[in-house]
């Protein structure tokens, strides 16, 4: 075991996994957090725990994954290279290593422009892939980003990073997939997968490099609320693909939120199906209150407890 | 090249406002390229000025000069003896060439007529690109000769995030993805396998403008 988390337990005992994702509160009301989290609570192996996402100025995700180990729930708490610099982001691992975290998701982050303080200074002192060569090197070595230093203690971390392969060039994803783990990444979460046809196919080229025994892939879905959802992901976010017949079959449904989550879950069961992948990762933007129902119509409960 | 732009007019009044006689400087390299700071804009520019302050009642006078480079001590001393006549300068070089006159001319308030904005090439007639950031380690070999340092919005060594989308970047539409860009030109190369290779993080602490002032010294140049 690298970090004994459960979601590693789970994942090397060969069995499905299920993640969630917990995006923080924009102030420090901690109700909000405890809401989202109890809506997950039991039917996730592990929650994300979001850092500032699309630049959005919210509570740390260091401080959010301790309130959930706090209520007995496993985050996977997210860093961004966005934000802070190696020496920062190697402080703050020591920092949430030591508060019990130990699951975490290292990411480039969502550009600064994105979000509510247009005006900072973004940092990217080191990219998504360095940062998973430095908290491998951290745990397994012990030892400082690119140094001799010595740590005092022990780092243990399931190291995670997201992949997108619904993003161009299309043919170099699964280079930068095999880039992250000559790095030393445990487990992938994917962007949200609505072009099954395209998902597929980097799946395949993932096999045909035999990369899916190298790493734990777990896919990721996110329930469609409504047609207007639909539309507006398709147009305005750059590196997601909804195909045509799904706008339509969400836009025409009577009711289109129940059609989103049965989508969702008939998702599930076909990526359940593909050779490499271990587990989904469920992004369900605020509307928690469904990942019980998805995960119950999909026939992922209950979860495994593993001691 | 450096690229630069003219500060908005009211900005530049509102420096010479205490002023009744200025020099404008302007640059014959860099900003005379990309048509910010040259003789041409020295003179569109200071008869904006005149009539300017004509307009509110207090005139003022503006001399003229340009420098075939005003960022080399030998050309800026010879504007010397029209410094002595005036109360100010503006002067439409870059940031550099402000600052060479700021080291020679160390009593005379000089004030900058330009934004200095990049360091970049002439994709076509008025269009200007980013290009460099002048970041102290470069590598172009590496990337197939496109800098990611200056033309990926995050600075990725080990690009593309997942916000390239059909060649462009996510942060600006009209932007190509600096790695879209990358990948096209190994391929076009049969260098591929040279995306495979992890390039490690940047030294910035040590190469770049994070180590405090860069400077260069050459003893074998040195009188």
Redesign the interface.
């Known amino acids: 075991m690298k970090a004994g988390s459960n979601l590693e337990k789970i994942l090397s005992k060969g069995l499905f996994a299920v993640t969630g994702e917990l995006g923080p509160p924009k102030g420090n009301d901690v109700s909000v957090v405890k809401r989202k989290a109890d809506l997950l609570r039991g039917y996730v192996d592990a929650v994300n725990i979001t850092d500032n996402q699309t630049a959005i100025v919210r509570m740390s995700s260091i401080a959010t994954s301790t309130l959930l180990l706090q209520m007995g729930i496993e985050p996977v708490m997210q860093m961004t290279t ?1 934000d802070r610099n ?1 020496i920062a982001i190697q402080s703050d691992i020591f920092g949430a290593t030591a508060l019990g975290i130990k699951n975490i998701l290292c990411l ?1 982050g ?2 600064h ?1 994105f979000g509510n303080q247009v005006d900072s200074k ?1 940092v ?7 940062l998973i ?2 908290v491998k090197t951290m745990r397994d070595q012990g030892t400082l ?2 140094g001799e230093e010595k740590i005092e203690g022990k780092i243990e971390l399931f190291i995670g990073a ?1 992949e ?1 392969p ?4 299309f ?2 994803r699964v ?2 997939l ?2 992250k783990i ?2 030393g990444v445990d487990f992938i979460q994917t ?1 949200c997968i609505y072009d099954m046809k395209r998902f597929k196919e980097w799946m395949k080229m993932v096999r045909d490099r035999g990369l899916h025994e190298k790493v734990h892939i777990l896919a990721g879905v996110t329930p469609l609320k409504s047609g207007g959802m639909a539309r507006y992901m398709a147009k305005n976010v ?2 997601i693909i909804i195909p045509e017949e799904i706008i339509d079959r969400i836009v025409k449904a009577k009711k289109p939120a129940e059609e989103g989550i049965k989508l969702c879950v008939e998702q599930i069961q076909e990526l359940k199906e593909i050779e490499g992948i271990h587990g989904v990762h469920i992004m369900a933007i605020e509307w928690e209150q469904m990942v019980s129902q998805i995960t119950e119509m999909a026939g992922l409960l209950p979860r495994p407890k593993i001691e | 090249m450096i690229k630069a732009e003219q500060k908005p007019i009211d900005e530049i009044l509102r420096s010479i406002d205490p002023y009744n006689k200025i020099l404008l400087s302007g640059c014959g390299a860099c900003v005379t390229v990309c048509h910010a700071g040259g003789e041409k804009e020295v003179g569109l520019l200071a008869s904006a000025l005149r009539m300017a302050r004509k307009k509110i009642g207090k005139p003022l006078e503006v001399l003229e000069a340009t420098a075939p480079r005003q960022c080399e001590p030998e050309f800026a001393l010879e504007f010397s003896e029209m410094i002595e006549k005036v109360e100010a300068v503006v002067s439409l070089a870059c940031g550099v060439g402000v600052q060479t006159l700021v080291r020679h001319f160390p009593k005379m308030p000089i004030f900058p007529g330009v934004n200095t904005t990049f360091l970049g090439e002439t994709i076509t007639h008025g269009l200007w690109e980013e290009r460099c950031q002048a970041c102290g380690n470069c590598i172009l070999d590496k990337t197939g000769g496109i800098c990611p340092i200056s033309r990926c ?16 970047c ?2 600006k539409k009209e932007a190509d ?1 600096a ?2 860009l990358i ?2 030109r190994l391929n076009a190369l049969g260098q ?1 396998h040279k ?2 290779e ?1 390039i ?2 940047k030294r ?1 602490g040590v190469e770049s403008r994070d180590s405090g002032l860069r400077r260069i010294i050459r003893e074998d140049l040195k009188i």
Do not use: V
């Open positions: 966005r190696r480039t969502d550009h422009t973004n990217h002192d080191i990219d998504s892939i360095q060569d430095c980003m690119g997201a997108n619904f993003a161009d060039p043919e170099f280079i930068r095999a880039k000559k790095a962007q750059s590196g | 919005a995050k600075q990725l060594l080990n690009g593309p995030c997942g916000g390239s989308s059909k060649g462009k996510e942060i993805c790695w879209q990948y096209d591929l995306l495979e992890i490690p993080a910035w």
